[in-house]
């Protein structure tokens, strides 16, 4: 689905937040697959009749391996940020995107499990503004200019359980920009 600044925004299914997030983050729906996904899992762990990294009933839920793996695919890393450390606008000003991993009720249907779930959310810039490409959301959600993303992210890593990863190109710099225009 196509917003008014053409942005791709993947909306949830199943348990597949981190497929929606990395597409949503890449801004392509065919970037990555739930195929893919599930491969990755294998290849870090091959031998194992309960793949460590997704969900026993192989709805999704993959772990952050998984997402390092994916987003290393794309020529990019995935780095954790200390939450203990003051977030500035260099820390973000280079990143390709921030993907935000954070608690969330578990439920099937209408039934709420006494459980929280980990939820897998993109953030990323477009026209000097940053916007939730949350896929629980039904649309892409503005946060605003640098400052009122650094207020966005302070909030959520307040919270207990809240990880923020910083998606950063691998590539020499003068073609991750270039690419980017």
Not at 78 to 99: C, E
Request: proline share 4%; charged share 20%; hydrophobic share 40%.
């Amino acid at each position: 689905m196509k917003t008014k600044l053409n942005i791709y925004h993947e909306k949830q299914s199943r348990q597949l937040c981190a497929l929606h997030t990395l597409n949503n983050l890449f801004q392509k729906s065919d970037t990555f697959t739930k195929a893919l996904l599930d491969d990755l899992c294998l290849q870090l762990t091959p031998n194992s009749w309960i793949n460590p990294h997704r969900s026993i009933f192989g709805l999704g839920n993959y772990d952050v391996n998984v997402v390092m793996a994916a987003v290393q695919l794309m020529d990019c890393e995935m780095v954790w940020w200390d939450k203990r450390r003051k977030i500035t606008p260099h820390d973000i000003n280079s990143a390709v995107g921030l993907i935000l991993n954070l608690p969330s009720p578990s439920k099937v249907g209408g039934l709420v499990f006494p459980f929280k779930t980990k939820h897998w959310l993109a953030i990323r810039q477009f026209d000097s503004v940053y916007y939730n490409l949350d896929s629980k959301l039904q649309s892409p959600e503005t946060i605003g200019d640098v400052q009122q993303l650094i207020e966005h992210l302070t909030r959520h890593l307040n919270e207990d359980d809240c990880e923020l990863f910083l998606v950063n190109s691998t590539k020499p710099c003068t073609l991750a920009v270039a690419e980017q225009m």
